[in-house]
């Protein structure tokens, strides 16, 4: 166990992790909220337009959730007509994932609002801070 002064740094170090993140949701969780969205479904805008024709199970992967979990906001992104979800000709039991042309403009204003706060704080925060941040992030994400 670490002495107590490291201790309280690690603290503190959690406390601006919490207050950071939710900095970063801030604005998009408005956004959602008009919608009646939640983050669940940002992750799910953002992974889908990352990877255009991703497959169901390849998404649950990525977002470490059950199919069950998935399920309810994926169904209600598709009613809203935000989400698409088809079968490839060569194989009808994948279902792949699209966004529609209002899926994709949500998830540019969502996404566009991170992009840009981070933008400018890492460029305040200089290159070496930036390479600091992305090795801590990497290994919380369990990508070293």
Not at 29 to 37: N, T, Y
Not at 57 to 64: P, T, V
Not at 89 to 112: F, N, P, S, V
């Amino acid at each position: 166990m670490p002495d107590l002064n490291r201790q309280a740094e690690l603290r503190t170090a959690i406390e601006l992790l919490y207050f950071g993140y939710r900095a970063f949701t801030t604005h998009p969780d408005r956004i959602l909220e008009q919608r009646g969205l939640s983050r669940v479904h940002h992750r799910i805008l953002y992974f889908v337009a990352r990877n255009p024709e991703i497959a169901i199970n390849a998404l649950l992967k990525i977002l470490g959730v059950t199919k069950q979990s998935l399920n309810a906001p994926l169904r209600q992104l598709q009613q809203m007509k935000l989400v698409t979800v088809r079968a490839p000709e060569h194989d009808g039991r994948i279902k792949q994932l699209g966004l529609t042309a209002d899926g994709e403009k949500l998830e540019q204003q969502l996404t566009g609002t991170q992009v840009k706060q981070l933008d400018a704080i890492l460029r305040a925060a200089g290159p070496r801070a930036e390479a600091g941040w992305r090795t801590v992030m990497d290994a919380l994400a369990g990508r070293e």
